[in-house]
């Protein structure tokens, strides 16, 4: 089974901390043909990379990434990682022609911040890289919005399969439908007319297997290397 149809959760998460740079490239070193990234916005509106609402987990600190100034953010790090900004991510992709990327906006971003601000400093970050990254949510509202602005694959998120019978979704039509496995039901027929199916956390080779004979299209890993490995042998 070629990794081609494997999402590198937050880059490799294997060797390396979540979100980072060291993660993302290790990823696209070992051949992933997609990444997902996390992105909410500084105080100052710039696009960092980061997943949890709060920095505690990872950064060993009190408050929120919108907490922060850009500057503060800098100074800050995952086990020795520094956190990566998005505008970043184009160099990143430019010696890997065939890779792209899944950019979730985080909802706490989009409270903090509004739609408009969050979506002109992601734009901004990403440039020449737009036409390679697929903008993914579970804020529903938010991808109609994005929508209206302009052409763009779209992401929706959801943690249960019955959740894609939302009017919101209906009527969004995206490119790509992400569910959690949890979410899923344990039989029956998975495949989505006119969007792929994402399923995320597999890091079991028989099980990713089964998905895929279930119509499912790409699955999201923390263990890329391991379960590239197994799906090959």
Request: with cysteine.
């Amino acid at each position: 089974m070629h990794p081609d149809r494997l999402v590198a959760h937050r880059g490799h998460l294997a060797h390396h901390p979540e979100n980072t740079r060291a993660a993302l490239r290790e990823a696209l070193d070992l051949g992933a043909r997609w990444i997902e990234l996390d992105v909410q916005l500084s105080r100052d509106g710039v696009p960092v990379l980061f997943h949890d609402r709060t920095l505690e987990r990872l950064c060993g600190v009190q408050g929120a990434i919108h907490d922060h100034d850009s500057g503060e953010l800098a100074q800050l790090s995952v086990q020795g990682e520094k956190l990566m900004r998005l505008d970043e991510l184009p160099a990143l992709l430019e010696p890997f022609p065939r890779a792209q990327a899944f950019v979730e906006i985080k909802r706490v971003a989009l409270e903090q911040h509004g739609l408009e601000r969050v979506t002109l400093a992601v734009e901004h970050a990403l440039e020449t890289a737009l036409p390679r990254c697929v903008w993914i949510s579970f804020a529903l509202d938010y991808l109609l919005y994005l929508r209206t602005r302009a052409p763009r694959a779209l992401g929706a998120v959801i943690d249960r399969f019955e959740q894609r019978n939302d009017p919101r979704l209906r009527a969004l039509a995206p490119e790509f439908l992400f569910c959690d496995l949890e979410g899923l039901p344990p039989t029956g027929e998975l495949r989505q007319p006119g969007s792929r199916l994402v399923v995320y956390e597999v890091d079991r080779a028989e099980t990713a297997r089964e998905l895929f004979a279930r119509g499912v299209d790409l699955i999201e890993t923390f263990q890329f290397a391991k379960l590239a490995g197994g799906l090959a042998s």
